[in-house]
Nanobody, 120 residues
Framework: QVQLVESGGGLVQAGGSLRLSCAAS????????MGWYRQTPGKQRELVAT???????NYKDSVKGRFTISRDNAKRTVYLQMNSLNPEDTAVYYC??????????????WGQGTQVTVSS
């Protein structure tokens, strides 16, 4: 079994910062790309940022320069540092991890989601 546990969401005023964390645990052989997505009611889940095993990053245009994705491979954890938050960033944030488990299965796993609310 593989589990992803997220933490760090909450309520913040516009201009503030939050840091999300997502830790993977269980029968994991290796972890490839890790990322963060977000979703608001009535809309499709959208990519926010990804980071490869080599450290290459990719960001949604609207978060470039404000958000930073990073990972700690030893801790099997991915982070999302969010600065200069604005109300349009309000959403449920989900981590996504592409990994190979101990049985050799390769797949994408999702965290449970964490609410981020930015007040104006």
């Amino acid at each position: 079994q593989v589990q992803l546990v997220e933490s760090g969401g909450g309520l913040v005023q516009a201009g503030g910062s939050l840091r999300l964390s997502c830790a993977a645990s269980g029968r994991i052989f290796s972890i490839n790309t890790m990322g963060w997505y977000r979703q608001t009611p009535g809309k499709q889940r959208e990519l926010v940022a990804t980071i490869t095993i080599g450290g290459n990053t990719n960001y949604k245009d609207s978060v470039k320069g404000r958000f930073t994705i990073s990972r700690d491979n030893a801790k099997r954890t991915v982070y999302l540092q969010m600065n200069s938050l604005n109300p349009e960033d309000t959403a449920v944030y989900y981590c996504n991890v592409n990994l190979i488990d101990s049985s050799g299965y390769s797949g994408n796993y999702w965290g449970q989601g964490t609410q981020v609310t930015v007040s104006s």
